[in-house]
């Protein structure tokens, strides 16, 4: 099973003052298709843990035409279409009730060897139960890098706290994003709220609970930057926020 999907309804919980899905709700809803992917083809995260591995997100490549409504039922998809050496590819979307893609997203993932904690090849095992790879948007090849701007102005300083923290024991990779999002609102320069663009997320470094993310933010090439770093100086993640050329 190579392609999986989902349908939702979109909840009052998982909306803002606008009535639309928070970028925190979308990010959650993708992550959890994977998730429940994973599960459907015996490869769930307590399965992994047994076998001593655990899929680490790399990067996401994300492209919003359209944040999805309250009440709105969506089909929310993913299918793994590349596995090479330590990494694996994932298609992601999310489609409106004619079937229109309101996002398309390609990310990058690594396999880890929790018991050594370092990266790790992907074993035959792990593959087999997908099937043939099926590659659904053909999204242009993914980017992981990020470049920073030369002038990068101080965010603010925010203690990891224990609700941003998942079943890998640090802080979960959608809570960047969404801690990017609310900077630049918040900011001096009074960027609007995210309604549609592309998005991209560099991850380098884990944060755990009792860490101090230290947020940094500038433009460069007509783009939103955010860097996540600790106090030395040490990226956490890089986000990246745009319009989508493609749109």
């Not at 998982?14 to 998730?35: F, K, Y």
């Not at 396999?111 to 659904?136: C, I, N, Q, W, Y």
């Not at 900011?187 to 101090?212: H, N, T, V, W």
Request: charged share 30%.
């Amino acid at each position: 099973m190579a392609m999986y999907e989902f349908q939702e309804r979109v909840r009052y919980s998982e909306t803002d003052e606008r009535g639309r899905m928070t970028l925190l709700s979308v990010l959650n809803a993708l992550q959890d298709c994977s998730t429940f992917h994973l599960k459907d083809v015996g490869l769930s995260v307590e399965e992994l843990r047994k076998q001593g591995r655990s899929w680490l997100l790399s990067a996401w490549d994300i492209r919003i035409l359209r944040l999805p409504e309250l009440y709105e039922s969506i089909t929310i998809g993913t299918s793994p279409h590349s596995f090479h050496g330590i990494l694996a590819h994932r298609n992601f979307w999310i489609k409106d009730s004619r079937e229109c893609f309101l996002l398309r997203a390609e990310s990058e993932w690594f396999s880890l060897d929790t018991e050594r904690m370092r990266p790790a090849r992907v074993k035959a095992e792990v593959l087999t139960p997908f099937g043939e790879m099926r590659d659904v948007l053909h999204l242009p090849e993914l980017v992981r890098r990020i470049l920073l701007p030369d002038q990068l102005h101080d965010g603010g300083s925010f203690p990891v706290m224990r609700q941003q923290i998942d079943s890998n024991h640090h802080v979960n990779n959608a809570q960047y994003i969404a801690l990017s999002l609310e900077l630049l609102q918040d900011s001096p320069e009074g960027f609007p709220a995210f309604s549609r663009g592309r998005i991209r997320a560099e991850y380098q470094k884990a944060a755990r609970f009792g860490d101090l993310l230290c947020a940094r933010y500038g433009e460069r090439d007509g783009k939103r930057i955010v860097s996540i770093q600790n106090p030395e100086g040490e990226v956490f993640c890089n986000v990246e926020i745009g319009e989508d050329p493609e749109a």
